[in-house]
């Protein structure tokens, strides 16, 4: 029994299982693909410099804050809140439906990262890189791109179903150092191309002039998605944590490594971008989602003939990045269903590979059958849509809900004894100032700004 009276629950055996499984669902395609883009579309050091410094106040807060909820209460999000009285399992909800949202388009581009790495095999490195005709024939055409992203669904959902994680948590154990040794090499590599320093001090170095609330949004979604955060899985996690593990330590690993792996994802393909398109505004101005799948199959090429396998081995790599998010996803998809609904966990995985597969087919068709609706604005996608709903407005939300919860009704007392159950809590002072204060603040102006920027009442 836990102290809480609920019967044991299932746990990672130890510190190092969980900081392990709380890095495998961190590291994935928000890293990879997603951080690279916005720190390109955002100024680059600009950006970088905000999100630094997000991770390492906000984003390590929450993360401390979360699984010590989880940890203290036992149970995942919506239990976890309801446990303090019903009117609260809201924000649970809210946070639930996050997972729901992500998991159909993370498939998408799953799909795109599984089909590169295959490609590299079949139609060979100079087939990709050709400026990113390649790259938009295939997410719009008809067929392939859907079979793509049920491949990576199918992959996924088979993992799930066989319980057979264990077995690929093992495989990350070398992957994850393989993803970032391969992504040192590639980035020392785009050093060296000409032109490349300077797009190196583009990321680097900040220019404040590019400053402006939009950026802070995109930092701080970005935040939120790549530490798996303001969407219950940290709740989740925490609740399968025995109280002798030390909660800071582990969340300043989790969120140091996954910010060091986002950092060199940055520095591989921001430089290289910088190189094809000469500056920085033509690199801000070009940057969205297929920066990954352009940009560095042009790197990629120029390596002549080890092309094909650092290609191949590359996206190999990226996949099972994907993979082990994509798989926590859908077990935190499985598991809501499941706690919320009251149903077998047979039937719950049923009814969510059924809304994953229609949503991702959906969300797909934003790219051909329904690229006429452009949600925000031209050029956008479905795909687009979503992502900005999650990131910029459902997961802003929860975490500002998140944080007056703990720091205003239930009371941060509550977090930092569960926190020193397991080691001491030096910083609880300053943890406390930023959940009651600065954390729930910092959100309503981001967003109070960024609707004004955006309706042009005031311009930055
Ligand atoms: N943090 C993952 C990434 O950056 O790719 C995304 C994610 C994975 C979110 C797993 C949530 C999750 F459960």
């Known amino acids: 029994m836990t102290a809480t009276g609920k019967p044991a629950r299932s746990a990672w055996s130890g510190k190092w299982a969980f900081i392990l499984a709380a890095a495998a669902s961190a590291v994935g395609l928000g890293n990879m693909w997603r951080f690279p883009y916005l720190a390109a579309k955002y100024g680059g050091g600009t950006f970088l410099l ?12 929450l993360l401390l804050l979360e699984t010590a909820l989880g940890r203290l209460t036992g149970q995942s999000a919506i239990g976890a809140f309801k446990q303090f009285g019903r009117k609260y399992a809201f924000i649970g909800i ?12 993370y498939c998408i581009i799953g799909g795109w990262v599984t089909k590169y790495a295959v490609a590299y095999l079949v139609d060979g490195p100079a087939a990709l890189a050709d400026g990113g005709g390649f790259f938009t024939g295939f997410i719009t055409s008809d067929v392939e791109s859907y079979l793509w992203m049920l491949v990576f669904m199918a992959v996924a959902f088979a993992v799930v179903a066989l319980g057979v994680k264990g077995g690929i948590e093992k495989a990350n154990l070398f992957m994850m150092p393989a993803l970032i040794v391969m992504a040192v090499g590639i980035a020392v590599y785009t050093l060296t191309m000409p032109g490349a320093l300077e797009g190196a001090l583009y990321y680097l170095v900040p220019d404040f002039s590019k400053f402006s609330p939009e950026l802070v949004v995109g930092a701080l979604g970005q935040m939120f998605y790549s530490l798996s955060l303001a969407m219950g899985i940290m709740i989740t996690y925490g609740s399968y944590l025995d109280r002798k593990s030390s909660l800071t330590q ?41 920066l990954m799948f352009v940009t560095l199959p042009a790197v990629f090429a120029d390596m002549g003939g080890a092309a ?25 998809c499985v598991s809501i269903v499941q706690d919320g609904a ?18 991702g087919i959906v969300v797909n068709m934003g ?41 205003w009704v239930v009371k941060p007392k509550l977090i930092i004894d569960e926190v020193e159950r397991s080691g001491p809590f030096r910083l609880k002072k300053p943890w406390t100032v930023m959940v009651k204060y600065i954390a729930p603040v910092l959100v309503v102006v981001i967003l109070v700004a960024y609707v004004a920027q955006t309706f042009g009442i005031v311009t930055f």
């Open 50 to 61: 905000t999100y630094l410094l997000l991770v390492f106040t906000f984003g390590v807060s």
């Open 94 to 105: 809210l946070a639930s439906a996050v997972p729901f949202i992500i998991t159909p388009y």
């Open 250 to 290: 582990s969340v300043v690993r989790v969120g140091g490594f996954d910010l060091g792996v986002s950092f060199l994802a940055g520095l591989m393909i921001v430089p290289a971008a910088f190189v094809a398109m000469g500056s920085g505004e033509a690199v801000a101005a070009n940057s969205g989602p297929s």
């Open 308 to 332: 094909a396998a650092i290609g191949f081995l590359f996206f190999l790599l990226v996949l099972f990045a994907a993979l082990t998010s994509a798989i926590s996803l859908t077990e935190t």
């Open 342 to 359: 009251g149903w077998s966990r047979r039937k719950s995985f049923a009814v969510v590979i059924a809304v994953v597969v229609v949503a």
């Open 367 to 407: 790219y051909n059958g329904l690229s006429f609706i452009e949600p925000l604005g031209a050029g956008t996608s479905l795909l687009d849509f979503f992502d900005f709903l999650s990131n910029s407005v459902v997961m802003p939300i929860v975490a500002l809900l998140t944080c007056v919860f703990v720091g």
